[in-house]
């Protein structure tokens, strides 16, 4: 047997899905956006720096123009932020949980759905503060990056998912 055949009867052999899911954080202003907003608060600066320097307030320059920088280093450090990532994959008899920081380190876990529970932190006011997959005496957070309500949502697709794997695997007769 060759080897394109092994993997072809490895593929067959897999599990189905039942549950897979791509968290990553919500950021609201695009690369577009972030290069207008930075050259209006340039032009700003820019304006507000030449007219300090008519008045002969020179120095207010350099304060405007370390304004632009800090707003800039700001902006890059949540843009770096953003590349981070979790990866939630809930088979018959695994739950992968994968997180990905911003710097690309990856740490990875995996859980018999079976043993495993949703834990919430709920606020009366606000909702799902907390997520965490707990299982033979561990806690991992999961979902961090999600607002209480796409927790919510988030939550009753996981619960559902853990609930079809206790049940076990099931076959669909094609009729």
């Known amino acids: 047997m060759s080897d394109d055949n092994s993997h072809r ?7 189905p899905t ?23 608060i ?10 300090f320097i008519l008045m002969g307030a020179w120095p207010v320059c350099g304060f ?3 304004d632009v920088l ?12 953003a590349r981070a990532y979790e990866e939630v994959k809930v088979t018959a008899s695994e739950l992968t949980l994968r997180k990905v920081n911003q710097r ?7 859980l018999n759905p079976l043993w495993v529970q949703l834990d919430r932190i709920v606020h ?3 909702g799902i503060e907390g997520l965490f997959l707990v299982s033979q005496g561990r ?14 949502s988030f939550a009753k697709a996981l619960s559902n998912a853990l609930g079809e794997a206790k049940r076990g695997p099931t076959r669909t007769l094609l009729q």
């Open 9 to 15: 009867d490895e593929d067959r052999t897999a599990e």
């Open 18 to 40: 039942i549950f897979s899911a791509l968290i990553t954080p919500h950021r609201s202003l695009s690369s577009t956006g972030f290069l207008i907003l930075m050259l209006g």
């Open 42 to 51: 340039g032009a700003v600066s820019f304006i507000s720096g030449f007219a």
């Open 64 to 66: 405007l123009g370390l």
């Open 70 to 81: 800090l707003v800039y280093v700001a902006f890059r450090a949540n843009f770096r932020a």
């Open 104 to 110: 690309g380190g990856v740490r990875e876990w995996t």
């Open 124 to 126: 009366e006011e606000f």
């Open 139 to 152: 806690r991992l957070s999961i979902a961090s990056c999600l607002g209480p309500d796409e927790k919510a």
